[in-house]
């Protein structure tokens, strides 16, 4: 049985769209997986099938609605902020101790694989006391690091690869996910990153077209490793 977290260096460099790709090549390799995106800001409810939690749903090959995406991602906001501060636009709260406890309850019951993905970046609070880091260590599952290729990733992905270190989370890979129009070549970055980042794969992701499906080699390649 396998359980993977997948997180990043920060918000909007492609966590969704390669948690999708894992999930569809753990399929094609004939495991049944399960997803959970337990925490989820910037939720449309009028576009519930689109959200983050929607489409990792629909990647599981299960329907996205009411039922399942609530079972997958009870902590929703529609402000796209950090949990807490989202939560706080709408007189709510966060315990990270129940966001803790569902997920442990979940990765307990569950039947073969699970693909847990993180909201924002590995730092992002949850409440006024903890953060995603947190929950990570909690559950204690290996991570995909998700970075971007923009000006200054490199920083920012060490950064974070350090944090995980010190708090003895083991990092599968990094995933460099191409950034737009970023004016740093996605080989110089992921090279650079393979010098510093010793003993940890990193993988490349070329931009696709946003209609794109979740495929490709590198994603393939990611699954192998789980």
């Known amino acids: 049985m396998t359980v993977v977290f997948v997180s990043a260096t920060g918000t909007e460099v492609g966590k969704t769209f390669v948690s999708r ?6 399929k094609t390799k004939g495991r049944t997986v399960e997803a959970l995106k337990p925490v989820q800001s910037g939720y449309d409810p ?32 529609e402000a796209p902020l950090s949990p807490h501060l989202a939560a706080r636009r709408e007189n709510r ?39 995603v880091l947190d929950l990570m260590v909690a559950v204690g599952a290996p991570v995909v ?24 989370l083991g990092v599968l890979a990094v995933v460099v996910s191409q950034t737009a129009d ?17 003993g940890v794969p990193v993988l490349k992701l070329p931009r696709l077209p946003p209609e794109s499906a979740p495929e490709h080699p590198v994603l393939d390649r990611l699954a192998a490793m789980v």
């Open 182 to 198: 970023s004016s740093i070549p996605l080989d110089e970055t992921a090279s650079t990153l393979t010098t510093f980042a010793k």
């Open 145 to 168: 690091l998700v970075a971007g290729s923009y000006l200054g990733t490199i920083s920012h992905t060490l950064t974070a690869l350090d944090v995980l270190a010190r708090r003895g």
């Open 21 to 26: 790709g894992l999930i569809r090549a753990l």
């Open 93 to 131: 709260s966060i315990d990270a101790d129940a966001v803790i406890a569902f997920c442990r309850d979940r990765v307990a019951k569950k039947q073969d694989a699970m693909v847990i993905e993180g909201v924002g970046g590995i730092m992002a609070p949850l409440d006024e006391t903890r953060t």
């Open 46 to 77: 009028r576009e519930a099938e689109g959200s983050d939690a929607g489409l990792l749903i629909a990647a599981t090959g299960a329907e996205p609605n009411e039922e399942t995406i609530a079972a997958a991602a009870p902590w929703r906001f």
